[in-house]
């Protein structure tokens, strides 16, 4: 079965500071990553996926993330964070199954950015 | 254009009551999963229906049932309510059933069982 582990609960960072939250993930197929934010009392939105191609993968809101076969990592960075990045992150694969598909996601990294 | 609706928005039950949840899909997709969300965790897969037809099934008990009806939209009913199934239950809508597809969610339903 899939696994998916976001190494730190939470992240404090100053504002215009870098940025990264670690995740790795446990898959003996290939396998398709996503990273979602959740703002308070929201629903879930997508920041960005990798499904193939290019193991650096753009987003929205100036995240990007590096897909890494041999460390099953995908790790979310950003060059320079600001206040209102502060939200909840969560890594997630996709798992196939009985002619459908599940999500599975991690934890989760709370992103609190300091003024 | 409307996204993933879902509805109540909040609600309160008492322990072994019932409860069903509701969620309409974006327009033209054909998929809908849905989630539970405790409290500082991650979404938990509870179910994936695709076609009207169920796809895929997470550890929930029997308690837990879901339906998709012909206008794709869906329901899910939780039947004889624990505290335990306090959170914040989310719905995601995507176009096809595969893996490679993107799910949009709505912003849940947050049910508090007393």
């Known amino acids: 079965a899939q696994s998916v582990t976001q190494l730190d609960s939470q992240v404090p960072v100053f504002e215009e500071a870098p940025v990264e939250l670690r995740c790795n993930y446990s898959?003996?197929?290939?396998?398709?990553l996503f990273w979602y934010v959740q703002y308070p009392n929201q629903g879930l939105q997508l920041l960005l996926k990798?499904?193939?191609?290019?193991?650096l993968v753009k987003g929205i809101n100036g995240f990007e993330a590096e897909f890494n076969k041999s460390q099953t990592s995908f790790h979310l960075r950003k060059p320079s964070v600001h206040i209102s990045d502060t939200a909840e992150y969560f890594c997630a694969v996709t798992q196939s199954g009985g002619g459908g598909f599940k999500t599975i996601f991690g934890a989760g990294t709370r992103l609190f950015v300091k003024a | 254009d409307a996204g993933v609706t879902q509805s109540p928005t909040h609600l309160i039950k008492t322990r072994g009551q019932h409860v069903t949840l509701r969620c309409s899909p974006i327009?033209?997709?054909?998929?809908v999963s849905w989630y539970q969300q405790v409290l500082g965790q991650g979404p938990q897969f509870i179910f994936q229906y695709y076609e009207k037809e169920e796809r895929g099934r997470g550890n929930f008990p029997d308690r837990f049932s879901a339906r998709q009806f012909p206008n794709y939209s869906s329901e899910l009913n939780v039947n004889a309510l624990l505290l335990g199934d306090s959170a914040l239950y989310l719905c995601a809508s995507s176009l096809v059933g595969g893996k490679n597809t993107e799910a949009f969610f709505g912003q849940g339903t947050r049910l508090t069982v007393v």
């Open positions: 327009s033209g997709h054909k998929s």
């Open positions: 898959s003996s197929v290939s396998v398709y």
């Open positions: 990798y499904l193939s191609g290019s193991t």
